[in-house]
């Protein structure tokens, strides 16, 4: 079976541990390590050849470690991870870039409707709130802006990325979160992935090469990996894709990292991204005298202080039932006051797009039936 192949397979018996009441392992990537070296027993390569299949190995727990958003696979839990749904079909990139999705939302929605620029400093619920212009009409919910202005709601959809409410949700929500919110927002996982463009003036790579993957001939899943950010950051990089079509784009490539070597790569100015970057692709292509890139781009998803990360996943010592706790509205009867949507609240599509909108839906959805509840109007949940 080739490395490819066989890492695929291992991955799918991961997926087999769904329902099941206990796991010998608590985590995906040690399930993974300890089937490769059981393997690694029957192998009848020589030695270099069974170096160099482990590297490769290593290079697919990296590219895991970007579908996760993750540090290690170490850190994704085994049991639930089957519950994870990948959604039938072809990946669609939008023309114009990601904005096109909500652009598109936008025009159904009356101008101005929508405020940016307005990050939200604190939601209260619970309350009786009193608009002046409005008397004798209260309301339970207040949101205070971070320049002081409130709006009063009777609901209110919270969509904040799950790395923001790990880090502001005691204050964010007040009265605070019941216990059990609050756990699951402590206990499911978001890490950190993050693209970094590199724009060169000519190809080095064929004109039908949409893929290259970076190899590390001296690593291995069964060797503890480096821990010096500073050294080896770059090593974590483990993808480049071919920005396609060139007339569009450029000589473009796009590389993926995630984990704490991905925010490592943040705090680091253009230049020294460029210069660690032009030296992978030096050792990459064995020609020391490439020209370097022209120009550098990258997320900084970490950093950034109303995200805190990329996405969710479940980690160890977590389960989808966090996910379905996270997602219960407040308070816990029927009043929706405060309710949640986002990529983290979907059990299913945690983690992607289709995921963060579906969960809006069935938010919105909710909402609907609250107040319509004749049976022949009764709303039917979309997903
Ligand atoms: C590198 C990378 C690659 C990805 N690739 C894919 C892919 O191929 N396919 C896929 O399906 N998904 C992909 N995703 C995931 C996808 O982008 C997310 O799952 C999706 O954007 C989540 O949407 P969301 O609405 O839940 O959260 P977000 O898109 O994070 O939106 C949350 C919003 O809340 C705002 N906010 C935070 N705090 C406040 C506050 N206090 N007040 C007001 N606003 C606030 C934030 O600014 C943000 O705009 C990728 C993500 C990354 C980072």
Not at 81 to 100: I, K, N, R, S
Not at 137 to 161: K, M, N, S, W, Y
Not at 209 to 236: H, M, N, Y
Not at 340 to 346: I, K, L, V
Request: hydrophobic share 35%; glycine share 8%.
């Amino acid at each position: 079976m080739g490395v490819r192949n066989l890492f695929s397979t291992l991955l799918d018996q991961t997926r087999e541990f769904l329902h099941m009441p206990q796991v010998s392992v608590p985590s995906v990537g040690e399930y993974l390590r300890k089937e490769i070296a059981q393997q690694v027993k029957e192998w009848t390569d020589d030695d270099e050849t069974k170096w160099l299949k482990l590297a490769i190995l290593n290079t697919y727990f990296k590219l895991e470690c970007c579908v996760s958003g993750t540090h290690s696979m170490d850190h994704v839990a085994l049991g639930p991870f089957g519950e994870y749904a990948m959604l039938p079909g072809l990946d669609c990139t939008f023309p114009g870039g990601y904005g096109g999705l909500p652009d598109c939302m936008l025009t159904s929605l009356p101008k101005e409707s929508v405020l940016f620029h307005k990050p939200v400093m604190v939601v209260r619920w619970g309350g009786s709130y009193r608009e002046e212009s409005q008397e004798g009409r209260t309301f339970p919910v207040q949101v205070e802006c971070e320049d002081g202005e409130r709006f009063l709601a009777d609901h209110v959809i919270i969509t904040v990325p799950l790395g923001f409410l790990k880090e502001h949700h005691e204050t964010f929500i007040d009265p605070p979160l019941p216990p059990r919110k609050a756990d699951a927002i402590r206990q499911l996982g978001f890490g950190t992935n993050n693209k970094i463009f590199l724009e060169f003036e000519q190809p080095f790579w064929p004109p039908d090469c949409q893929l290259i993957e970076v190899v590390w001939e001296d690593e291995s899943p069964l060797v503890e990996a480096g821990t010096d950010l500073q050294a080896s950051w770059f090593r974590k990089l483990i993808v480049f894709l071919v920005l396609q079509p060139p007339e569009r784009y450029g000589h473009v490539l796009c590389g993926f990292i995630a984990g704490k070597e991905s925010e490592y790569m943040e705090t680091l100015s253009d230049a020294a991204v460029l210069r660690a970057l032009t030296d992978v692709i030096h050792k990459l292509t064995g020609n020391p005298h490439l020209a370097p890139p022209k120009k550098v781009m990258r997320s900084q998803w970490h950093s950034a202080p109303y995200t805190r990360g990329s996405y969710s996943y479940v980690a160890v010592g977590s389960s989808g039932d966090d996910i379905d706790a996270l997602a219960q509205p407040l308070p816990e009867d029927a009043l929706l006051q405060v309710l949640f949507a986002g990529e983290a609240t979907h059990r299913t599509f945690y983690s992607t797009t289709h995921g963060a909108l579906l969960s809006g839906w069935r938010e919105a959805d909710r909402l609907l039936s609250l107040y319509d509840t004749s049976e022949s109007h009764q709303h039917k949940p979309r997903l």
